[in-house]
């Protein structure tokens, strides 16, 4: 157990250390994530978020999810409003330190049980880069949830250390992420309410592209990319934005 707190500029320099000498390991490592960082005062600082002033909030660093939305659900269990959201998703540190203290859970292994690291911007959120800040593994899931809880299964399906190609295409284009109504008409689109899974073929990634499936809802050439030119989304319901959808995803919704 250990309090939340946020990595200050020494904290990161190792843990930025850390990810290096893993990448750069030939064959692989199983070295030790430097879980002491979380709360030496050396590396890390306090965070003040809304519910836990008086006391910081105390988390089990490793606590097991069923998938990434139950990962979110625990995150948001206390960092809960805009405020503490924005302090936490729009500060490198603090993504930082939450990629560090959950990260037997976002970084898997292989069969030898060597890490099977990523890119950077997985673990060390790059704020300058919005396309980049959504693959961070732990604020790109606190950001989506915050603002769209259920709404937003799409993107946190699968398992914690997965970043998911829903979310690749969707964060990408962040006005449209932040849309409600274009989010729930995406749901509503892709969402399989029976196998509690993304429609098989939804996110299909070869050309030409199957009539009514993601990157004919967004990319080039797309509904929304030729749509929003015309059309307000923002000042339209979701029953709305279906009415004008094109016959090619009529499929999709039934």
Known sequence: MVDVRKLNEKGLEEFESFLSRVRGKRGGSNEKPPFYLLEDPQFSDEI???NHIKSPKRIDILQQFEDRMDFADHLCSFIKTEDDVA???????????????????????????????R??????????????FYRHLVCSIIAVFSLHRKRGRLVLN???????????QLASRSELM????????????????????PKVGAAANVRPFPDGSLRRFVGPGSFYETYQTTFDFWSMTPEEILAILPREFEDWLN
């Open 48 to 50: 003040k978020l809304s």
């Open 158 to 168: 699968g398992p914690t250390n997965e970043h998911p190609d829903f979310l690749e």
């Open 87 to 117: 302090k936490v998703v729009n500060d490198r540190f603090a993504g930082a330190w939450l990629a560090l203290a959950y990260f037997e859970q976002i970084c898997s292994k292989d069969e030898d049980g060597k890490w099977k690291l």
């Open 119 to 132: 890119e950077k911007a997985r673990y060390v959120p790059n704020i300058n880069d919005r396309r980049k």
């Open 178 to 197: 932040v849309n409600k109504s274009l989010m729930e008409v995406i749901d509503k689109l892709y969402w399989d309410s029976k196998s509690e899974a």
